[in-house]
């Protein structure tokens, strides 16, 4: 069953806590990306994964880190999360081939308040 | 960077009509064209994609047209039904890897009885 699954689903902190949101994929995929989601921005890239420990800022990485210590699993840290850090968090994973469709997680929607 | 513009932010289409989304991209070396759609509360899945080898690509009722003098490509959905209504992304990528995919910002397509 080819799925990315993301935990937690929905998420409220506090301004200056950190936040731990976590993705898994099970199709072997090699690479791996979290997108935040902002009404009439889009999504967009804030960190995109090739392999284990080889992870590359993607549009918007400030105020983020990343972590992928195995192939089916990528997590996205917030330290000392921030309001305007208040989105949609999206991963993502794909194969890197020509054939390059994105599969998608359902989502963590996060309010930093 | 390469920068993805999708023209209309909404879109109301009475059932059966057809609905057009048009994107613009300005890097020339942008090689692959997919597009996502977004239903309501849900995540994003993969429709159709077209390559710059070919202008033109069908798959049921959907087509993906591709001119690439004028940097724009466009989503035609055919003989619409309530079930297309959703958010559809455009995105284009600078290799046929597509790992770096670069969104549009989102048309929302209303499909009415």
């Known amino acids: 069953d080819m799925k990315v699954t993301q935990m937690p689903r929905y998420l409220i902190k506090r301004m200056g806590e950190n936040v731990l949101l976590e993705c898994g994929q099970d199709?072997?995929?090699?690479?791996m990306y979290w997108y935040r989601q902002d009404p009439g921005l889009g999504l967009q890239l804030i960190y995109i994964s090739y392999d284990v420990d080889s992870n590359s800022e993607g549009d918007i990485p400030k105020g983020y880190r990343v972590s992928r210590k195995k192939r089916e699993h990528f997590s996205l840290i917030l330290d000392s999360a921030k309001t305007n850090q208040t989105s949609v968090y999206f991963c993502?994973?794909?194969?890197?081939?020509?054939?390059?469709?994105?599969?998608f997680g359902a989502g963590t929607r996060l309010s930093v308040l | 960077g390469e920068k993805v513009e999708q023209h209309e932010s909404t879109l109301s289409v009475r059932e059966g009509d057809s609905a057009v989304i048009n994107c613009t991209y300005t890097d020339t070396a942008s090689s692959y064209f997919p597009w996502y759609k977004q239903e309501a509360g849900k995540s994003l899945h993969f429709v159709i994609d077209?390559?710059?080898?070919?202008d033109r690509k069908q798959s049921q009722r959907l087509t993906v047209l591709l001119d690439k003098k004028a940097k724009r490509f466009s989503l035609h959905i055919t003989a619409t039904q309530p079930e297309d209504s959703a958010i559809y992304f455009c995105a284009a990528s600078l290799n046929s890897a597509g790992n770096k995919l670069t969104f549009g910002i989102g048309t929302r397509v209303l499909v009415r009885p």
């Open positions: 993502a994973s794909s194969f890197s081939n020509s054939q390059n469709t994105l599969y």
């Open positions: 077209i390559r710059s080898n070919v």
């Open positions: 199709m072997s995929h090699e690479t």
